[in-house]
């Protein structure tokens, strides 16, 4: 895996050796970042579900002025702290179940990336724990990756765009008109 753009571009990232682990390819990882280009610079983002920490990382390389990688295991934990080292990037990595970081959370988000493990179940409870906490700002962005053949609800959320990349999804919400 590598970083695809901007201030890292080409930089290496360690390679995902766990099971548990499962990283958003580079095309999809890619056509993500190309789409949210114009919107990234300056914001806050929360890479939720951080893995590798390599969609965080991708943000920050294209301009993202703060990202926090949340993952409850500390394998993940580990191998995000150590690609954010080998990049020479100071940020916040917590070890902490998504919902229990969620209720702590004092702070809104511009992006929040969501890429949980498939068929548990959590996108519907931390969408709605987001919504609950206005953890997103008020033109913020959710990406939902996800299979293709998943359904949610992801009420109080308004779906803006889909885009599937053979059994990938992306689901980009915001929040709904009042």
């Given at each position: ?14 390679d ?19 789409k ?18 390599a969609?965080g ?11 926090v990688?949340v ?15 080998n ?10 179940d ?6 702590k ?20 409870k ?17 990406v ?34 009042n």
């Open positions: 895996m590598r970083i695809d753009s901007g201030k890292f571009k080409g930089r290496k990232l360690l995902n050796k766990f099971e548990h682990i499962r990283p958003t390819t580079d095309k999809v990882r890619q056509a993500l970042f190309v949210l280009q114009f919107f990234l610079p300056g914001k806050n983002v929360l890479d939720l579900f951080c893995g590798t920490g969609m990382i991708e943000a920050l390389s294209r301009g993202a002025e703060e990202v990688f993952d409850k295991d500390s394998r993940s934990v580990q191998m995000t702290k150590t690609n954010l080292k990049m020479g990037i100071i940020a916040k990595v917590a070890k902490c998504a919902n229990i970081f969620l209720d959370c004092e702070k809104q988000f511009d992006l929040i990336i969501l890429d949980p493990p498939y068929k548990s179940g959590l996108y519907e931390v969408l709605k724990k987001i919504s609950e906490r206005n953890l997103l700002t008020d033109d913020g962005i959710i939902c990756e996800h299979n293709s053949l998943d359904k949610f609800d992801y009420s109080p959320f308004n779906v803006f765009d889909e885009k599937k990349y053979g059994n990938i999804m992306l689901t980009y919400l915001n929040k709904q008109d």
